[in-house]
T-cell receptor
Framework: DAGVTQSPTHLIKTRGQHVTLRCSPISGHKSVSWYQQVLGQGPQFIFQYYEKEERGRGNFPDRFSARQFPNYSSELNVNALLLGDSALYLC?????????????FGPGTRLLVL | DAKTTQPNSMESNEEEPVHLPCNHSTISGTDYIHWYRQLPSQGPEYVIHGLTSNVNNRMASLAIAEDRKSSTLILHRATLRDAAVYYCILIQSGTASKLTFGTGTRLQVTL
């Protein structure tokens, strides 16, 4: 079975632009979460979606938004990019968002903002 | 968010057991203890989780203190492929079951 897939794998943008990152969860998984990992730090929670509804949001500005589609895939959008948005963006999926449920991570999208 | 404390780094010889400690003195009764690891240039990977009792799986064992204020991830025979950053994470009720990563423990495995 395919794992979590993310596209693109790498991306270079300039300040002020916007970016859309995509995630396809494992088949049968209905919950998707997004994390940002800046170089040298652990991943930071951005959003969680379940059944197409936002179920959690981390401490990120409104420039960050996301949505989940009927097939449970998800998009993360970032507007007005800043240099500090350069990071690895990780998507994780799980069957349902329960505390004991394992999250499966994709390989990430590496975003560089110049 | 409940806080965990881990050593920044540890070293092990290949094929030796490794004990990775984690302190979580503010843990509450319903918090699950999860361990994930991140190999270089990859996304985090689930290792093991538990609530109160010790747990074993094919990757590792998790020993949870009786008062639940600390836990230890045990790799029974470290290999070079186990070199990674290991994160101890508490998942709290009512937090959307999000993973709150700390800085983790960087494990180096040498021949």
């Amino acid at each position: 079975d395919a794992g979590v897939t993310q596209s693109p794998t790498h991306l270079i943008k300039t300040r002020g632009q916007h970016v859309t990152l995509r995630c396809s969860p494992i088949s049968g998984h209905k919950s998707v979460s997004w994390y940002q990992q800046v170089l040298g730090q652990g991943p930071q929670f951005i959003f969680q979606y379940y059944e197409k509804e936002e179920r959690g949001r981390g401490n990120f500005p409104d420039r960050f938004s996301a949505r989940q589609f009927p097939n449970y895939s998800s998009e993360l959008n970032v507007n007005a990019l800043l240099l500090g948005d350069s990071a690895l963006y990780l998507c994780a999926s799980r069957i349902i968002p329960r505390n004991q449920e394992t999250q499966y991570f994709g390989p990430g999208t590496r975003l560089l903002v110049l | 968010d409940a806080k965990t404390t881990q050593p920044n780094s540890m070293e092990s010889n290949e094929e030796e057991p490794v004990h990775l400690p984690c302190n979580h003195s503010t843990i509450s009764g319903t918090d699950y203890i999860h361990w994930y690891r991140q190999l270089p240039s990859q996304g985090p990977e689930y290792v093991i989780h538990g609530l109160t009792s010790n747990v074993n799986n094919r990757m590792a064992s998790l020993a949870i203190a009786e008062d639940r204020k600390s836990s230890t991830l045990i790799l029974h025979r470290a290999t070079l492929r186990d070199a990674a950053v290991y994160y101890c994470i508490l998942i709290q009720s009512g937090t959307a079951s999000k993973l709150t990563f700390g800085t983790g423990t960087r494990l180096q495995v040498t021949l």
